[in-house]
């Protein structure tokens, strides 16, 4: 997958610094080539004659390099690579990459170049956990560039938590993504994915909820990415992180999620995977509820909330082309699926059964029978991923 595939690796001074050279030999082995770029303090971790002669290539060190700078060579090097990664990221480095400063080789590559980059911070815990670095990463995340890790687990400075750098087989996967997203199917295409439960007030301080993880809604959205969507990916308080690479929306009551889906419209397709929940708390109190002694709980009365899937699958003017809902039932599925489908007027139902039974609501698998028009097809039981990926895959054949 990676044959012919240039990768710009920018590797930063950090003790994870080792694991580059193990990426660079796996990176090779898949076809791909490294042009390798070492921060001043990254020569302290590894030193540039096992990088170069790992890679096969020169190393480049110095943005004053004046052989290379007569023809602006760091323009041309950052513009080379089919994709730049920086692993691993120091904090430092996230730092000059967010603040826009240019002011060594590697952050000048990183400022100038047309490429998507993808970073694999290593990092103390401490360091990662930092507000700054956590502002960093929003910083970055917001401006599109892709995150592998870290993960957590011991580090060399003896402590716990997050802050390792990604394994450099997990590294691989993330470019292998990065790179079928450039060409991928979906390439071009916009795809809106709502997902995770809605929170609906009670008061200031307590809400009604759902079980939904978020799982599947999470899983499909990184499907899409990987197949070249652009993805907006509107999510209520989901208990897994959002994907990476995705344009997030948070939103917590229904009403916000319509109105972050009608935002982010014009949209090729957009799949309804998010709990919505179908009232709120009409008479929401603005102060919170205290017992008045008596032994009367207060009275909850509900209003409808919006229906989102139906708002936009009935939408006259900018209707996505392909509408996608979920249907979560506990009883008679299939029929209960394709009368929503009807009612509703979209164009598929991805129905599950979330009896407490099946263990799907908040566990990583799912079953699922798919309703079109052209009837229903069940897909066995498999990992939430699988059917993302499978689910995606469809959506790309529709759309093409
Ligand atoms: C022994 C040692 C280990 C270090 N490990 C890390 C690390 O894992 N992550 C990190 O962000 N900084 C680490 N640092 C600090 C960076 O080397 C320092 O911030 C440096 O300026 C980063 O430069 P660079 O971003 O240009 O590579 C370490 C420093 C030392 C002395």
Redesign the pocket.
């Known amino acids: 997958m990676l044959a012919g595939k240039r990768i710009l690796l920018i590797i930063?001074?950090?003790?994870?610094a080792y694991k580059a050279l193990e990426l660079i030999r796996r990176l090779r082995e898949r076809g791909a080539s490294v042009s390798p770029v070492l921060?001043?303090?990254?020569e302290?971790f590894v030193t540039p004659l096992s990088v170069a002669a790992l890679a096969g290539a020169n190393v480049h060190r110095d943005l004053f390099d004046l052989t290379a700078e007569a023809e602006m060579g760091h323009i041309q090097l950052s513009r080379a690579a089919d994709l730049v990664v920086v692993a691993?990221a120091?904090?430092?480095?996230m730092a000059?990459m967010a603040g826009g400063l240019a002011n060594?080789l590697?952050s000048t590559l990183l400022m100038a170049t047309d490429k998507r980059v993808l970073i694999a911070p290593?990092?103390?815990v401490r360091?990662w956990t930092h507000p700054a670095t956590q502002r960093n990463r929003a910083v970055l995340e917001g401006d599109g560039i892709l995150f592998v890790g870290p993960n957590d687990g011991d580090m060399a400075c003896g402590e716990h938590g997050p802050g390792r750098m990604a394994e450099p087989p997990e590294i691989v996967a993330a470019i292998e993504a990065a790179l079928g997203a450039a060409a991928g199917p979906l390439a071009g295409r916009h795809v809106l994915v709502t997902s995770g439960p809605t929170h609906e007030p009670i008061d200031p301080v307590r809400y009604i909820a759902n079980r939904s993880s978020g799982a599947q809604g999470t899983a499909l959205a990184a499907a899409l990415r990987d197949l070249g969507a652009g993805v907006t990916f509107v999510t209520g308080p989901a208990s897994v992180p959002a994907p990476q690479g995705v344009t997030v929306v948070r939103v917590e009551t229904a009403r916000e999620m319509l109105a972050a889906v009608e935002a982010a419209l014009p949209a090729d397709a957009a799949i309804f995977a998010a709990a919505v929940a179908d009232w709120r708390v009409a008479n929401a109190a603005d102060r919170k509820l205290k017992k008045d002694g008596t032994g009367t709980p207060p009275a909850l009365s509900f209003a409808e909330n919006p229906d989102i899937l139906a708002t936009i699958s009935q939408r006259e003017a900018g209707r996505p082309r392909l509408v996608v809902g979920f249907a979560a039932e506990t009883d008679d599925v299939i029929a209960h699926a394709a009368a929503k489908r009807a009612r509703k007027g979209c164009d598929w139902i991805v129905a599950n059964d979330v009896s407490p039974a099946t263990g799907i609501m908040g566990g990583s698998e799912n079953a699922v029978t798919l309703l079109t028009a052209a009837g229903a097809e069940t897909w066995p039981r498999m990992a939430k991923d699988r059917v993302a990926r499978r689910l995606a895959e469809r959506i790309a054949e529709a759309l093409a």
Do not use: H, S, Y
């Open positions: 930063g001074g950090g003790i994870a921060t001043r303090a990254a302290e691993p120091t904090a430092d480095l000059r060594d590697a290593a990092m103390n360091m």
